[in-house]
């Protein structure tokens, strides 16, 4: 399988401090992507972040990708409580085009 | 990016019944795809949707149960069939990037099913 996987599952932070998830991944990918759900919603895509680049910045956001061990990061710095989500990565199966397969999340709150 | 729609946004339905669900995409788009999310839980993909194709089923999903419409480039329909509890979920709808590329996925709101 593919599957992403994000770690932590959970995690809890204060308002103003950095949060840190993981994804990792099992087969080659094309193209790794970040996306925020909050509570009982629709999916917000975040960032996508090429297999031949290594960083990318969006904002408060920082995405890295180390394809040798087949993992990414998300980075969101001076969280805020609108941050509280559940944050998921997708990776597709190394074809252009095909359907992209979920990691199973990480639900942040930022507590004020 | 593509603006996507979904209706219903939430229905509570009985068992034995069935529901469709309606995707609208604000431009023509290549691919459309239909996932599950359970409570709690990630998406997981029933199906992708090509216009003028059957569409194809993941593993553990199949027509019977979920049947799905491509008419056009900009509208999609699942229907969940002889619905059970355990069809109770958030059903999402995403369609590739269009003319921007295909490489990023955009999402509808959801549609919260409630079987009882």
């Known amino acids: 399988s593919q599957q992403g996987e994000e770690d932590p599952q959970a995690l809890s932070i204060q308002e103003g401090e950095n949060a840190t998830m993981n994804c990792s991944y099992k087969?080659?990918?094309?193209?790794l992507q970040w996306y925020r759900q909050n509570s009982g919603r629709g999916l917000v895509h975040l960032i996508l972040i090429r297999s031949n680049e290594r960083e990318k910045h969006s904002g408060r956001l920082r995405v890295t990708l180390d394809t040798s061990k087949k993992s990414s990061s998300l980075l969101i710095t001076a969280s805020r409580a609108a941050d509280t989500a559940s944050y998921f990565c997708a990776t597709d199966g190394g074809n252009y085009g095909q359907n992209f397969v979920f990691g199973p999340g990480t639900r942040l709150s930022v507590l004020p | 990016s593509a603006v996507i729609s979904q209706k219903p946004s939430r229905d509570i339905c009985q068992r034995g019944t069935s529901l469709t669900i309606q995707c609208q995409v604000d431009?023509?788009?290549?691919?459309m795809f239909w996932y599950r999310q359970q409570p709690g839980q990630s998406l997981t993909l029933i199906a992708t949707a090509n216009q003028g194709s059957e569409a194809t089923y993941e593993s553990g999903f199949v027509i019977d149960k979920f049947p799905i419409s491509r008419p056009n480039l900009t509208f999609s329909t699942l229907t969940v069939s002889n619905m059970s509890p355990e069809d109770s979920s958030i059903y999402l709808c995403?369609?590739?990037?269009?003319?921007?590329?295909?490489?990023?996925?955009?999402f509808g709101p959801g549609t919260r099913l409630t079987v009882t």
């Open positions: 431009s023509q788009v290549t691919m």
């Open positions: 087969t080659s990918i094309n193209n």
């Open positions: 995403s369609a590739d990037g269009g003319a921007s590329g295909i490489y990023e996925q955009y």
